[in-house]
């Protein structure tokens, strides 16, 4: 187990679909353990696997002190909306009222390959989509009003952090304070 850095927006992987895990095996509980263990040092709320470079359909959450962790997941979403703001811990510092699903049913499986269904409102709702998503190749910024993702373009393009990203090829190890996020970033 161990903590890994966390891939910042710029990196190819964040847009890319995230393939079925196939095995169930010792590999996919050692990545779980360091999605669980990476989340929890940033900290943030939720983490999915292409956040460290694993392109497979597995997330992690930490909400409301329970741990859980999800693969190959499906959701099925209520049609009341949730208002609210979201961060994502592939974009540091940013923050932007984000429309979701009040509620939300996942299916999908454990590390041991057992079938399993979760079940969420409000942080937790919000944190399943967030990191279903994520599987998709699709980023919080992508569900923003129109002219709030004008201005986290403005914001991603004008951080510290974007350009040094890109020029490098990879990603340098960011420390956000978790004054900031309070946590709750995913
Ligand atoms: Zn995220």
Not at 34 to 60: H, K, N, W, Y
Request: aromatic share 8%; net charge negative.
């Amino acid at each position: 187990m161990s903590i890994q850095p966390i891939r910042l927006f710029g990196d190819p992987v964040l847009v890319t679909p995230a393939s079925d895990v196939v095995d169930f095996d010792k590999e996919l509980r050692n990545l779980v353990a360091d999605l669980t263990e990476t989340m929890l040092e940033a900290p943030g709320a939720g983490l999915a696997a292409p956040q460290i470079g694993v392109s497979l359909r597995v997330f992690v959450w930490d909400v409301d002190d329970a741990l859980g962790h999800l693969i190959n997941p499906t959701l099925d979403l209520s049609e009341e909306i949730q208002e609210g703001e979201e961060g994502c811990l592939s974009f540091p510092e940013l923050r932007y009222e984000t429309p979701r699903a009040f509620r939300a049913v996942a299916k999908g499986w454990n590390m041991y390959g057992e079938p399993i269904i979760v079940e969420g409102t409000q942080l937790l709702a919000r944190a399943l989509q967030h990191e279903t998503d994520h599987l998709n190749g699709i980023l919080f910024i992508d569900k923003l009003s129109k002219s709030d993702r004008k201005s986290a373009m403005k914001e991603i393009r004008e951080s510290d952090w974007f350009g040094i990203t890109i020029a490098a090829g990879f990603n340098p190890a960011i420390k956000v304070s978790p004054h900031d996020t309070f946590g709750r970033n995913l």
